[in-house]
């Protein structure tokens, strides 16, 4: 039986060789769990499996898995030493998995650590609208292969979002534009439906608005979407592939 661990770190790179000089091509969030394919000194080759997605990490004292009961569902979490707010060890970034052991006040305890109560879910929660708190990242930092508040890409910014509401989505826009089925002309776009270039997906927001993660302007924006097309075009000569909806 294949044995999984858990990322008890707040974020980790995932790089594409075996060197921190290789590209970063995701990151796990905390709570995210992995199989180990292979240890070579310092590094783990492994395979993620909300997504299956393989990949290089530096060696670390991960633990085995712990199913967890909660989830982050603000744009991050302050984590606490003690049940109240004296001293903050780390933050953990919307989606991140963990096990409530037990709640004192308004705070929850998971491994040796503290959350307040208002910024958690029950892990098994979804919201009736897949993307209804995608602007919380409005002007966050554009980062290839990011994946948090400190910084994201344009595919993580869709693939949190199904995460978050126990729903498997592809980590890579390439993928994601196979794995989602149903095609939608430009004209009958609305809220909700994805937008796919070569390379680059944003979401509608309404029949007339998107936000992505824009790597030219470096942070993620809310755009016209007909202006946001013309810009494309115009400066990576770039032409819409598909609309879908989901």
Known sequence: MKKYYSNNFSLVKVFKKMSINSEMVTQMIYGDSFSIILKKNEW??????EDGYIGYIKKKNFIAYVKPTHKV???????????NESK?????????????RNIRSNFGRF??????????????????NIFSKIKIFEDIKYSWGGKSYRGLDCSALIQLFFNYNNKYCP??????????????????????????WKGHVAVAISKTKLIHAYGPRKKTLIM???KT?????????LNVISVKRV
């Open 44 to 49: 783990f080759k492994i395979k993620i499996k």
């Open 171 to 196: 980590r890579d826009a390439k993928d994601q534009i196979r794995y989602f089925k149903k095609n939608i002309k430009l004209k009958n776009i609305r809220q909700n439906d994805i937008i796919y």
């Open 224 to 226: 016209n979407i007909r």
């Open 111 to 128: 491994e040796n650590h503290w959350i307040k109560t208002d910024c958690i879910e029950l892990i098994n929660y979804k919201n009736k």
């Open 73 to 83: 569902c603000t744009l991050f979490a302050n984590i606490y030493k003690y049940p």
């Open 229 to 237: 097309i013309e810009l494309i075009k115009k400066t990576a000569n």
């Open 88 to 100: 903050i060890s780390k933050k953990l970034t919307y989606g991140s998995k963990i096990r409530i």
